[in-house]
């Protein structure tokens, strides 16, 4: 997985947990983050990592997303290695 793919699926999993209420509500809680910090934040590489890694610790969320996707469950994961900073994983 190259870099454009892995932030083509940051942006579909935000796309996934924006419109899920309560994967948004927890998101925002584990987070801290306001609504209009989070839509600031999204283009960003190291936001992007955070929210795939915050689906990977949810496998409710990991595995509904993976469904609406047509993803395997790992892919998050290899996607969050590819835009993650060295030494953070």
Same mark, same amino acid.
């Given at each position: 997985?190259? $870099?454009?793919? &892995?932030?083509?699926?940051?942006?579909? &999993?935000?796309?996934?947990?924006?419109?899920?209420?309560?994967? $948004?509500? /927890?998101?925002?809680?584990?987070?801290? #983050?306001?609504?209009?910090?989070? $839509?600031?934040? *999204? *283009? /960003?590489?190291?936001?992007?990592?955070? #929210?795939?890694?915050?689906?990977? $610790?949810?496998?409710?969320?990991?595995? *509904?997303?993976?469904?609406?996707?047509?993803?395997?469950?790992?892919?998050?994961?290899? *996607?969050?290695?590819?835009? &993650?900073?060295?030494?953070?994983?």
């Amino acid at each position: 997985m190259n $870099r454009d793919m &892995a932030e083509i699926l940051a942006l579909q &999993a935000l796309t996934f947990v924006v419109g899920d209420e309560k994967a $948004r509500n /927890t998101f925002l809680t584990q987070t801290g #983050l306001s609504g209009a910090e989070m $839509r600031a934040a *999204a *283009a /960003t590489v190291e936001f992007q990592a955070g #929210l795939l890694d915050f689906l990977t $610790r949810h496998e409710d969320l990991l595995m *509904a997303f993976c469904e609406s996707e047509g993803i395997a469950p790992d892919v998050p994961a290899r *996607a969050h290695h590819v835009l &993650a900073p060295p030494g953070t994983e």
